[in-house]
């Protein structure tokens, strides 16, 4: 018999986690890594992707994104493989943007956020309107990026999803920081 010592106390998530049935039987698929889904408390980041140095920065350094048109202009554009995005079909996925926003008194900055392979409007897009005496982070709610009602793709053609993330100003100029993202979630 072999004693061993040092090993942290056996707990009840842990137990859980050892408890839990084997996805390969469940799997219908054949590939259980689309199919597994862990058991956690609330949603789980898959991927986000953060802006990046702003356009026409010259050099290493903390330079924001200027955002100074009274029309929409996008940030950011992704075309997703849903492989890679998750499987629709099973689990629900969202998307949202968390980051830093500077405003000049008196100027309005919206930020919109869209799927562009649903139809448009709630519950597949968000705008957010922040001002100067707001706080500076932010983070939009959540939109569905996978819906659980497969009439709603827009033209999916069952190979890419995507989002926009756009974004205007009236009456002076917004400033976004460079760590702002765009993240996708699943449950």
């Not at 842990?14 to 609330?42: A, I, M």
């Not at 898959?46 to 290493?60: D, M």
Request: without cysteine.
């Amino acid at each position: 018999m072999i004693l061993l010592t040092g090993y942290p106390k056996v707990t009840d998530e842990f137990e859980r986690t050892l408890d839990r049935p084997s996805p390969v039987e469940r799997s219908p698929s054949g590939l259980v890594s689309r199919d597994y889904r862990p058991l956690t408390r609330g949603p789980d980041l898959i991927a986000s992707w953060p802006l990046g140095p702003a356009p026409r920065q010259s050099e290493p350094g903390d330079v924001d994104w200027q955002i100074a048109s009274e029309e929409y202009v996008t940030i950011q554009k992704n075309r997703l493989t849903l492989p890679y995005a998750g499987d629709v079909e099973r689990a629900p996925l969202y998307l949202n943007v968390r980051g830093r926003v500077r405003v000049t008194p008196g100027a309005t900055l919206t930020v919109h956020l869209r799927t562009t392979h649903l139809r448009a409007g709630k519950p597949y897009d968000v705008r957010i309107t922040l001002s100067n005496d707001e706080a500076d982070d932010f983070q939009t709610p959540f939109v569905e990026f996978a819906p659980e009602r497969p009439g709603d793709y827009a033209d999916l053609g069952e190979v890419y999803a995507g989002y926009e993330l756009e974004a205007k100003v009236t009456d002076g100029n917004g400033y976004l920081d460079q760590g702002t993202s765009v993240a996708l979630y699943s449950e």
